[in-house]
């Protein structure tokens, strides 16, 4: 504590826009308040100085406790600062728009050193430097970094995105027939996994839920690109409504990659497994398959959830006995394109 002895103690002194902003060297609290009216211009008289980070005054008994470089606000009488919460208030109500107001953001948030402070601000920071509206390569090229050339429009991007997951799917779908000891069996399971890649074919691999230019009731998202979690397989909406939009920067299109298209039914422990049994006495063709399919790849028994709320523990929830074979009730049904029912 320089200040009991005497010896001068470097501060930061700023004022209340933050626009001005200079190193101080001062023994007591009279001497820092002369030597900060002087550099920003503000009258002696009534002047006080607080604590930038929650507004606290700062007294000459308090001035000595100062940690070296503690960053202060220089008032007139007739100021006030309420904290940090206080800056960014005043940012949000300045004439600033566009790039202005993230070049401050980012000079606020270059400044701070508080950890909790520098998530709020990089919060808002990325909320600000939101581009969702632009949807070509040339009009936002930093979304872009890291994407195939091939993909000119974010929304091409995102299609393909989506239809990887389904992909991956059918995927893991064809690897079970590696453990198929039955010929027989192996033979009809086959037979089903081809009619469920020409089912997705014509559904295009139903990448239309992440496409924001699709139709309403084929996509998750709005028509500006925002998603919301639907919240556990257990539940009926998310709890932390959590959402994101990675249409509007390329650091949320990585986010965004976290977030699971989670099964209900278990694709794993129960979906699959179920189509096995359901072979070991029965042709493909007696197999209802569209029920299946809904399982594996629609939004029939599809979630999208925040990585939070991606329970990764049993679910045991299990298929629908009467509707695994074909019967009078289900056979003439279409087969499903892209469900417009939603999962609550």
């Not at 998310?238 to 509007?248: T, V």
Request: hydrophobic fraction near 35%; aromatic fraction near 8%.
């Amino acid at each position: 504590m320089f200040g009991l002895f005497g010896k001068n103690k470097p501060l930061k002194v700023r004022d209340l826009t933050g626009h001005k902003k200079y190193g101080v060297a001062a023994k007591d609290l009279n001497e820092l308040l002369k030597k900060g009216c002087k550099l920003l211009q503000l009258p002696l008289s009534g002047a006080y100085v607080c604590l930038y980070e929650d507004g606290v005054i700062v007294t000459e008994k308090f001035f000595p406790t100062l940690p070296d470089n503690t960053e202060l606000v220089l008032l007139s009488r007739e100021q006030s600062w309420g904290g940090v919460v206080c800056d960014i208030g005043q940012l949000l109500n300045t004439d600033r728009h566009g790039d202005g107001l993230v070049k401050a953001a980012k000079a606020l948030l270059g400044d701070e050193k508080s950890a909790k402070r520098r998530k709020i601000l990089s919060d808002l920071l990325r909320t600000l430097e939101d581009r969702s509206e632009l949807e070509s390569r040339e009009e936002d090229e930093d979304w872009f970094t890291g994407v195939d050339t091939r993909f000119k429009t974010k929304s091409a991007y995102m299609k393909s995105n989506c239809e990887s997951r389904i992909r991956g799917y059918m995927k893991e779908v064809d690897d079970a027939s590696k453990n198929i000891q039955k010929a027989k069996v192996r033979e009809e399971f086959l037979k089903t996994s081809k009619s469920l890649v020409e089912m997705l074919k014509t559904a295009r691999y139903n990448g239309s839920y992440f496409d924001r230019t699709e139709k309403e009731p084929n996509r998750l998202c709005t028509r500006e690109g925002w998603f919301t979690c639907q919240g556990a397989f257990d539940q009926k909406v998310c709890q932390s409504l959590h959402s994101i939009n990675p249409y509007g920067s390329r650091e949320s299109r990585i986010i965004f990659s976290t977030w699971n298209l989670d099964h209900r039914i278990e694709k794993k422990r129960t979906v699959v497994p179920a189509l096995l049994e359901a072979l070991q006495n029965h042709k493909s063709t007696n197999i209802n398959l569209n029920y299946f399919y809904q399982l594996l790849f629609t939004r029939e028994n599809l979630k999208l959830v925040h990585i939070v709320c991606h329970k990764k523990g049993a679910h045991n929830l299990l298929c629908d006995d009467r509707k695994i074979f074909r019967t009078a009730n289900n056979e003439d049904k279409a087969k499903p394109k892209v469900k417009k029912k939603r999962l609550i």
